[in-house]
């Protein structure tokens, strides 16, 4: 699984904007996993699968036929998805699902009102979040790791969007 996981958060990472259906459904399943784990703990693995890709299979629908709203769905996941790793990180585990709440919402607004840059960085900040999860470092490799990952990723979207303006 973590294999998996690191292939999807380096999607994400790099092509976030480019192939933005397809992110929304890999940051869905992603947020699926999570809350799946979460909200029904002790299941089988299979359920966690399944409720990741119920919400990545609704995310990629809103994407193909609402984009605008799609964007928004897209913040909002990613939000969701950062304030639970950080929630993890510093020690608050699953014990409220509020917090990922509200980091959903923050992240919704800020994709609705900055649309192109606002999916390159929170789609960076997933895929880098994944990523660095997936790799059980020391806080502060990780912590490094993940701000670098988020750096190139954006350095490689923002080329990605550039080419693709010019075409």
């Not at 693995?45 to 809103?62: D, F, K, T």
């Not at 649309?115 to 895929?127: F, P, Q």
């Not at 059980?136 to 693709?164: C, D, N």
């Amino acid at each position: 699984m973590h294999f998996l996981i690191i292939v999807l958060g380096l999607i994400v990472l790099i092509f976030g904007r480019k192939i933005f259906w397809l992110s929304v459904a890999i940051v869905g399943f992603l947020v699926g996993m999570e809350f799946t784990g979460m909200l029904l703990v002790d299941q089988p693995q299979w359920v966690m699968l399944l409720g990741g890709l119920a919400a990545g299979l609704i995310g990629a629908l809103l994407a193909v036929f609402f984009q605008r709203a799609a964007f928004a769905l897209a913040g909002f996941f990613a939000g969701v998805y950062l304030t639970q790793i950080l929630a993890q990180t510093v020690g608050l585990g699953g014990s409220s699902v509020l917090f990922p709440v509200i980091g959903g919402v923050i992240g919704a607004i800020v994709a609705a009102v900055l649309m192109d840059w606002a999916i390159i960085v929170l789609s960076c900040l997933v895929g880098a979040g994944a990523i660095a999860t997936q790799l059980t470092l020391r806080p502060a490799k990780g912590a490094i790791v993940f701000v670098a990952l988020v750096i190139i990723g954006i350095l490689i979207q923002a080329k990605l969007m550039e080419r693709s303006k010019e075409s």
